[in-house]
């Protein structure tokens, strides 16, 4: 192995933590609800049907839901604590 190759996967290695945390986050949840609905809309699309409204409603709701998880959570620990 040469000298240079651990700061090259290093690099790389950096790089790909920065797009994981900025595509999945704090909830991998809206991440997966997201890429589920974009396949969907695609085979839907391929088939002919119209389903550009398909990934604002999904990702508002995976949004929403998410939301509501996190503030009853912060409820509990208040209410804990």
Known sequence: MSPGSSG???A???????????????????AVA?????AVTAILAGLGVSAWWLVPVVATA??????????????????DG
């Open 34 to 38: 997201v890429v589920l609905a974009l």
């Open 62 to 79: 995976a949004l929403y839901v998410s939301l509501a998880r996190a503030v009853a959570a912060t409820r509990r620990s208040v209410d």
């Open 12 to 30: 790389v290695g950096r790089f790909g933590a920065f797009w994981w945390d900025f595509i999945v986050g704090d909830d991998w949840r809206i």
């Open 8 to 10: 090259v996967r290093g």
